[in-house]
């Protein structure tokens, strides 16, 4: 057995020696000193040894290792500082070249328009909801029944909405009035929350409509809340974000999750008379919808509406951005058009 773990040795020594790279080097290292290596082999013939050999025999078994690795760790060494010179060596830069100009990302307009309209209603008073709240595919359920969308209501049609082939009454939300419902559920009065997010509707596209598009939900509800306040919170709303008292006028409407209903208005900025595509030469454009919570809703998530009373808003965000910075044309939105783009 000792010319066995000898000869093993010598064999080790001669192989380590022609190696000249890290993979060859494991292999190696497997082949001696793995656990079905051919030096655990020999070890396990040391029970047919006579005893009087046996402690001498092991340990030359063991120093037989020993010197081994340590001549493997001596060759990784030396193979590992070559590997590495060759990869400083393949990747060595030119200081010297002038660099690659990576022009800086910036934020969409539509994502800067957003970001206005929450900080303005959390200076107000205003809270983000929970994005479990405010799902974009969403049940029939919480998009028209719980909003008090009698069932022949025009807008279930399937050419108002997206309904989805997964399941039974699944749909892209036409709203982001869901989030509304979802917080009255799990949440009682005083309530001020707003709900940013994109909506989808069947809807013909032109410079004015688009089929995907973007709203922030607002909600307030409380004791005493009135008609009054729904007027002073908008008004304030768009004082600051045009910065002054910009015209606006407050027209009636109808929306079957509030009563009363009503449309606002924005006195029209890129208005150039009758044929202003962007305002239908009116010289107004709508940017929200808002009204008093209809009973019927509050009664749905179990609020009392002789204790109780609210109002709700739905802010067109396009419609804002487009009055924000004279764009008369919603397409350009999405149309990923670098020239538009860079202008912001």
């Not at 078994?61 to 020993?66: C, M, Q, R, S, Y």
């Not at 929970?130 to 069932?151: K, R």
């Not at 409380?222 to 008292?245: P, S, W």
Request: with cysteine; net charge negative.
């Amino acid at each position: 057995m000792k010319e066995k773990l000898e000869a093993l040795k010598s064999h080790a020594v001669e192989e380590i020696t022609k190696i000249n790279n890290l993979k060859e080097l494991e292999n190696i290292k497997i082949k001696y000193l793995g656990r079905k290596g051919e030096l655990n082999t020999i070890k396990r013939g040391l029970k047919d040894v006579p005893a009087e050999e046996r402690p001498s025999i092991g340990e030359l078994a063991n120093k037989t290792a020993e010197e081994l690795e340590k001549n493997l760790e001596q060759k990784y060494e030396i193979l590992y500082k070559e590997s590495a010179s060759r990869k400083l060596e393949a990747e060595r830069i030119d200081i010297t070249l002038p660099g690659d100009y990576i022009p800086y990302g910036k934020q969409h307009p539509l994502t800067a328009t957003i970001n206005e309209i929450v900080s303005i209603f959390n200076r107000i008073g205003f809270t983000l909801t929970e994005e479990s709240n405010s799902p974009e595919v969403e049940t029939e359920y919480y998009n028209f029944d719980a909003l008090n969308f009698p069932s022949d209501h025009p807008a279930k049609d399937m050419q108002d909405t997206f309904y989805t082939v997964n399941a039974e009454n699944l749909l892209l939300r036409s709203q982001t009035s869901n989030s509304q419902i979802r917080e009255m559920e799990k949440k009682r009065p005083p309530l001020r929350i707003i709900s940013p997010g994109r909506v989808y509707r069947s809807e013909a596209i032109s410079s004015r409509k688009y089929n995907i598009f973007h709203q922030v939900e607002g909600l307030m509800a409380d004791k005493g809340v009135t008609f009054g306040d729904l007027k002073g919170v908008l008004n304030e709303f768009t004082r600051q974000f045009f910065g002054q008292a910009r015209p606006t006028r407050f027209r009636t409407s109808f929306f079957p999750f509030t009563e009363p209903s009503v449309e606002i208005d924005v006195q029209c900025i890129i208005c150039s008379g009758k044929g202003c595509r962007t305002c239908s030469g009116t010289g107004w454009l709508e940017i929200l919808g808002a009204g008093m919570i209809d009973p019927n809703v509050l009664r749905i998530v179990n609020i009392d509406p002789d204790v109780y009373s609210g109002f709700a808003f739905g802010v067109g965000v396009e419609r804002l951005a487009m009055l924000k910075f004279a764009i008369n044309d919603i397409r350009l939105f999405f149309n990923n058009d670098v020239r538009f783009l860079e202008q912001f």
